[in-house]
């Protein structure tokens, strides 16, 4: 018995995955420069906690990570950044906050992978990350407007006392 095996392709390549997040806005695109200037920052400063424990969703995903982007050295003193530290570590611990943590803070890739770890979608991963940017934004926004709205007061009141 002659029997020939004809050696074929078994089966199609895997899909290359495009990991490249979706087309930002203008304000989108200064926000994540902000969060990422953010992310140095408090690298810097070390004000952020210790790394996430290994038995967490964090933690198991920080095996694989994105690189910091350059010029992530000594960050500045910007009152900017203070208040939207002040804004991030106010939010509640909700699924919003650990989408960006995920993408910030432990630099998880492949998205797709990470999403599909919380049990969402990619294009729902980035809009979620997108809603919170905008949102520590404003809360940052108003942080900064009130401490300015109480230095002028303290200003007032000073010049009040010598006078």
């Known amino acids: 018995?002659?029997?020939?095996?004809?050696?074929?392709?078994?089966?199609?390549?895997?899909?290359?995955?495009?990991?490249?997040?979706?087309?930002?806005?203008?304000?989108?695109?200064?926000?994540?420069?902000?969060?990422?200037?953010?992310?140095?920052?408090?690298?810097?400063?070390?004000?952020?906690?210790?790394?996430?424990?290994?038995?967490?969703?964090?933690?198991?995903?920080?095996?694989?990570?994105?690189?910091?982007?350059?010029?992530?050295?000594?960050?500045?003193?910007?009152?900017?950044?203070?208040?939207?530290?002040i804004a991030y570590t106010c939010q509640p611990q909700a699924l919003d906050k650990q989408v960006f943590d995920l993408y910030y803070l432990v630099r998880a890739k492949p998205i797709k992978s990470v999403a599909g770890s919380i049990g969402i979608s990619r294009a729902h991963f980035y809009r979620i990350l997108g809603e919170?940017?905008?949102?520590?934004?404003?809360?940052?926004q108003a942080i900064e407007l009130e401490n300015q709205q109480e230095l002028a007061e303290l200003v007032r009141r000073r010049q009040q006392r010598a006078a």
């Open 1 to 85: 018995m002659n029997t020939t095996v004809e050696l074929g392709r078994i089966a199609a390549p895997a899909p290359i995955e495009d990991d490249t997040p979706p087309e930002l806005s203008d304000l989108d695109r200064d926000l994540d420069v902000l969060c990422e200037q953010w992310v140095a920052w408090c690298r810097t400063r070390r004000l952020y906690g210790p790394a996430p424990l290994s038995g967490t969703v964090l933690g198991r995903l920080s095996g694989s990570t994105r690189p910091l982007r350059p010029g992530a050295g000594d960050a500045i003193s910007s009152a900017a950044l203070s208040a939207f530290h």
């Open 132 to 140: 919170f940017r905008r949102r520590v934004h404003s809360a940052a």
